[in-house]
């Protein structure tokens, strides 16, 4: 998904695929073939870029590092990827450094979650930063994922907050790239009759996130452009929506291999849904797409999205 | 342009190209090299595909018809690509028949030319047919074209005439895929005091167009993703806009090779410029990428489209 992005903004990109099954080995020319975990081969690959950037949480810390000293340009940097892939020690330990809440610290003290947001943002090797509006992801047992942007009925001054803890992590971390932070809206009991409510910080992704895909067709820039514009230290772009509301389903492979069928009727039913299918292999329960609409309404956004995900996994009957 | 939009539907794409030079052939894997003008190197590529689309004006309509009696699915189909191939002879007597006035059909009778407009409209093989808003071309002697969309002021009851123009020539011609018409709107000097005007056809092409690279960021659906619609025959995608107003700028090359330097400015000036290069080598005149800008005011859209067209171009003193 950050390929279009590349080819608009004239960078050319290229991928370390584990094999050509792989959506990114399918979509970007001459890829790479070879396992990310494996220093030699991410050694072999860091050299035919100018930067590396990194999706995939099994590349090894400890090798990004040893090509950071030997003159690599990594983005974001292992000493802030580490932050990501040791979640339970070093994370936490400093995030509670600077202040911020985080899950499980608070264990114990009768906090209610009330429900999940995201809080997106990136920031540039100079120190630039950009927000996305603070997006609620609503799980739904047995289909797909919805993310809606902005969270509805969110407190504006809890937004606030939210953003600015995710600008502040990624400061502190030094992350460059974009920084996804998952955050629940949480409210103590003691606090719960004035409808008092607060976040904290559930977990942390240094690459452009499922909570962020509405911004491909919702936002003037996208989480894949402004990942690759602040890799490479250009200037961020926009991160404003362009219309009041997105929501994005998840697409969830279902019995059929063949997607077509569902696919023509969504088609046919809704001109304006943005389907976006991401080239795997269909199974059931995997996710094999997304689709997102964006408009004036909350309530006909949400239903058309669910309606055109639901169908195309076969969750709505045939 | 094609291809991002043929990676989110899921479609896979392949293309000949003439030298591993093209933009196209830079950006869509494995893509294989050949002259397009070569009716057995047509016929070869034609066997890797579903469906046969044309983007070069110089491929030989005889080769494609020879192509569609093999069993070849070609869209639009020859016997519809004839009539821009031969716009002097074919076009121009079969409009004339069915009562368009065109370009040149009236010469001598006096009519002023207004300004030049394009009616853009997709057509499917059934029939389905979908429009974008009328746009107006405003050529700059020195520097880049521009693209306003819709075209401002344009009286609402001219627009329903060339859009009614443009959809029923696609019917009549039995296009499908995109279909850009291009028009001018004219003042007979009889009626000129009473401000009536009417629109002429200039010229045809059945391919995404200049004219139409705003829908990119500006519509819910480009161009790009309802030709392949359209020619896949798949139903077609809303062509309405996302703001009141898109303005699309040429970005020529200038004597400096190296965009980099005037582009990182374009980013930090004006982060919701949307930026797209096409990959080409720079060279002093040729049109290397454009830039848009989408907003709900005019004057405001075009002067960023214009600035930041006119410094990557170098036409603004650096």
């Known amino acids: ?57 099994q590349v090894s810390v400890a090798a990004l590092e040893k090509l950071e000293a030997d003159g690599v340009v990594v983005r974001p940097s292992p000493a802030a990827l580490a932050y990501v892939q040791d979640p339970s020690v070093a994370m936490r330990r400093r995030l509670t450094e600077f202040g911020e809440e985080v899950a499980g610290h608070e264990a114990g003290q009768g906090v209610a979650r009330r429900r999940e947001l995201a809080a997106l943002v990136a920031r ?22 919805e993310v809606i942007a902005p969270a509805p009925g969110l407190d504006p001054a809890l937004a606030a907050r939210a953003t600015e803890v995710a600008l502040r992590i990624a ?62 230290d250009l200037p961020l772009g926009d991160p404003r929506p362009r219309a009041p509301w997105s929501v994005t389903v998840d697409v969830l492979g279902c019995d059929y291999p063949d997607l077509y069928r569902s696919y023509l009727h969504v088609m046919a039913h809704d001109p304006g849904v943005k389907v976006h299918l991401y080239g795997k292999d269909v199974s059931p329960g995997t996710v094999v797409g997304h689709v997102t609409v964006c408009g004036e309404d909350l309530d006909d956004v949400r239903a058309r999205a669910r309606h055109a995900a639901d169908f195309i996994a076969g969750v709505i009957d045939k």
């Open 124 to 145: 540039s090797p100079s120190g630039q930063g950009a927000a996305w509006p603070v997006a609620e992801r609503v799980r739904v047992a047995g289909t797909g994922d």
């Open 171 to 232: 400061g502190e971390l030094g992350v460059v790239g974009v920084l996804a932070v998952e955050l629940s809206e949480v409210v103590d009991p003691s606090t719960e009759l004035d409808g008092t409510a607060s976040v904290v910080v559930d977990d942390l992704a240094m690459r452009p996130h499922d909570a962020g895909r509405w911004t491909v067709d919702g936002a003037v820039t996208s989480q894949f452009e402004q990942h690759l514009r602040a890799v490479l």
């Open 1 to 57: 998904m950050m390929y279009p992005a590349a080819v608009a903004l004239g960078i050319r990109l290229r991928v370390l695929a584990g094999s050509t099954a792989e959506s990114a080995a399918r979509v970007v020319p001459e890829p790479v073939l070879g396992d990310c975990r494996d220093a030699a081969v991410l050694a072999a690959f860091a050299q035919l870029s100018d930067v590396l950037t990194v999706a995939d949480a």
